[in-house]
């Protein structure tokens, strides 16, 4: 039934396959509330909440295999169909098979990755926690937002989609249920109206003038010959200087509302704070879900839709990506306390992002999604490193007590290669994909761009280089214990062992993921 069901979805349309895995997602999550309703029961099966933790964790497993052989089943199924495909031709002279549906494909492919991934992570500290049962569902809530907003195909369902992360988001947040996570989520339960508000106040800017939702009309106003013309618009509009401004102002309110989600500076105030507040296993998730399908529908909307509006939204992300730079590597060094100076770092990651966005070109937006990836790797070691500090200290995450990596050096070995390819060290895969972003800005003559990429690079070894410092070079405890595993949960060591791996396999082929990355471009793009 479930391979009739993808030969018929097939040929139905794109739109409608794009929506499909979203479904069985959201119908997994639907599997495991009954699961918990179960568990409410005092089922004798599952007496500790760790036991029922870990019976979920298998079961949620099974759905995440499930979903990930549907995957494969379609990318081979799309990539054989040539009623999908054309061809492209690459910058090399190579010709490229793509499938627009394929690429997405890919790109859901790495959200669900991640967040299988950032579970296994959290799971150990997750357990401990009294509302654990809860967690997963907020998880799964988020990524099924997140999978939505990569399908979305109209403004109204972008928002429900964005919606649904956030307060899933919140709720992650606030899941410890102490003044301090109790402070982080107001402070983000804010933030995020204040967006909404911004995306639905461009919305009404853009609906004032197409009389339309839906990314299709949209896409069919902008690229007619004759859309300055009054027969084509909702009301008639004698000149085209009317109009165009107020399509002007809802890109720039929809871009500032996307700008609050990606914590960009100005609109960075809430990154440290939330960061700080959240417990580490829900700031985690907060780095690694809402990052990708924002960014990658940033893309979308304006290289694909609002193509011709490409002036405007240059300046707008380099504007933008110097100040986070700016603010991100500045704030970064001032900071004692560990997570604070990760979000300022955070915040210094999402100006090189804007930096590519800025590019206008395939090049540079390729590039966005290589660091994009490579970057959420990153995270996921070094949070994780940080989840297990939480059962070393209580709330004193000070950059000084990194020191414990020194009795651990299974752990400090782990965070070497991560904080080497943060810095942009050579041969590091961090370095390839600095390469990259700085050779696509410099390819599009973005001068100034450079120049702040270069300083917020300098600026960013001196505090990543600390967190070295402090643990290998002043140690306090000589016992040193090369093969400690006491209190350390056997799969998230696994788990980032083979994390450590795939960057020391990366720093020697990046093929992969520049395969990944050009699929997920074109597929926006095109």
């Known amino acids: 039934f479930v391979f009739e069901l993808f030969n018929v979805n097939q040929k139905i349309s794109n739109i409608s396959f794009e929506i499909f895995l979203p479904l069985i997602f959201f119908g997994s999550l639907i599997l495991y509330l009954i699961c918990f309703i179960m568990f409410l029961n005092n089922n004798p099966l599952f007496v500790?909440?760790?036991?029922?933790?870990?019976?979920?964790?298998?079961?949620?497993?099974?759905?995440?295999?499930?979903?990930?052989?549907?995957?494969?089943?379609?990318?081979?199924?799309?990539?054989?169909?040539?009623?999908?495909?054309?061809?492209?031709?690459?910058?090399?002279?190579?010709?490229?098979?793509?499938?627009?549906?394929?690429?997405?494909?890919?790109?859901?492919?790495?959200?669900?990755?991640?967040?299988?991934?950032?579970?296994?992570?959290?799971?150990?500290?997750?357990?401990?926690?009294?509302?654990?049962?809860?967690?997963?569902?907020?998880?799964?809530?988020?990524?099924?937002?997140?999978?939505?907003?990569?399908?979305?195909?109209?403004?109204?369902?972008?928002?429900?989609?964005?919606?649904?992360?956030?307060?899933?988001f919140l709720f992650l947040i606030v899941i410890k249920k102490n003044i301090h996570s109790l402070e982080a989520a107001i402070k983000y339960f804010i933030v995020s109206a204040f967006s909404g508000f911004f995306l639905l106040f461009g919305l009404s800017y853009l609906y004032l003038i197409f009389g339309a939702l839906d990314f299709n009309t949209l896409e069919y106003f902008l690229c007619s010959s004759d859309f300055f013309s009054?027969?084509?618009?909702?009301?008639?509009?004698t000149e085209k200087n009317v109009f165009l401004p107020i399509v002007q102002k809802g890109l720039i309110f929809i871009l500032i509302s996307f700008s609050i989600k990606l914590g960009a500076a100005p609109f960075h105030m809430w990154v440290p704070d939330v960061y700080e507040g959240a417990p580490s296993y829900s700031t985690l998730f907060l780095i690694l879900i809402p990052k990708i399908p924002v960014i990658s529908f940033?893309?979308?909307?304006?290289?694909?839709?609002?193509?011709?509006?490409?002036?405007?939204?240059?300046?707008?992300?380099?504007?933008?990506?110097?100040c986070s730079l700016l603010v991100g590597s500045l704030g970064a060094l001032q900071q004692?306390?560990?997570?604070?100076?990760?979000?300022?770092?955070?915040?210094?990651?999402?100006?090189f992002l804007y930096l590519g966005l800025s590019t206008g070109t395939l090049y540079g937006l390729q590039s966005v999604f290589l660091y994009l990836i490579l970057y959420s790797l990153f995270s996921l070691i070094i949070w994780g490193i940080i989840i297990w500090f939480e059962s070393q200290l209580t709330r004193n995450y000070q950059i000084t007590r990194t020191d414990l990596l020194s009795t651990k050096y299974t752990m400090g070995?782990?965070?070497?290669?991560?904080?080497?390819s943060l810095i942009g060290l050579p041969p590091f895969v961090g370095f390839w994909s600095k390469w990259v972003l700085l050779l696509?800005?410099?390819?599009?003559?973005?001068?100034?761009?450079?120049?702040?990429?270069?300083?917020?690079?300098?600026?960013?070894?001196?505090?990543?280089?600390?967190?070295?410092?402090?643990?290998?070079?002043?140690?306090?405890?000589?016992?040193?214990?090369?093969?400690?595993?006491?209190?350390?949960?056997?799969?998230?060591?696994?788990?980032?062992?083979?994390?450590?791996?795939?960057?020391?396999?990366?720093?020697?082929?990046l093929r992969l993921i520049l395969f990944i990355s050009q699929k997920i471009t074109l597929s926006l793009i095109f």
Request: charged share 10%; aromatic share 18%.
């Open 413 to 420: 070995i782990l965070l070497i290669p991560v904080v080497s």
């Open 336 to 351: 004692t306390k560990l997570k604070r100076m990760l979000a300022y770092s955070s915040i210094a990651d999402t100006g």
């Open 298 to 322: 940033l893309i979308y909307l304006l290289y694909h839709i609002f193509f011709n509006f490409l002036e405007i939204f240059q300046i707008f992300f380099l504007v933008l990506g110097l």
């Open 48 to 168: 500790t909440v760790k036991a029922k933790a870990y019976h979920f964790f298998a079961i949620f497993i099974v759905f995440l295999m499930i979903l990930f052989t549907l995957q494969l089943i379609d990318l081979v199924n799309y990539w054989e169909s040539a009623s999908y495909s054309f061809k492209i031709e690459h910058s090399l002279g190579n010709s490229i098979l793509f499938s627009s549906v394929e690429g997405k494909l890919w790109l859901q492919l790495v959200i669900l990755i991640f967040g299988f991934l950032g579970l296994i992570i959290t799971n150990q500290a997750v357990v401990m926690v009294q509302s654990s049962l809860l967690f997963p569902i907020f998880v799964l809530s988020s990524l099924l937002g997140a999978l939505c907003v990569v399908a979305a195909g109209d403004w109204l369902f972008l928002y429900i989609s964005l919606e649904l992360m956030a307060i899933s």
């Open 230 to 237: 009054a027969q084509n618009l909702a009301f008639e509009l």
């Open 440 to 509: 696509s800005a410099v390819k599009a003559q973005l001068i100034l761009g450079v120049l702040f990429f270069v300083i917020g690079s300098v600026l960013s070894s001196v505090y990543y280089l600390r967190i070295l410092k402090v643990s290998f070079f002043e140690v306090k405890n000589f016992n040193i214990k090369w093969f400690s595993f006491d209190k350390i949960d056997f799969l998230f060591l696994w788990v980032l062992s083979i994390l450590f791996v795939l960057i020391l396999f990366f720093s020697i082929d």
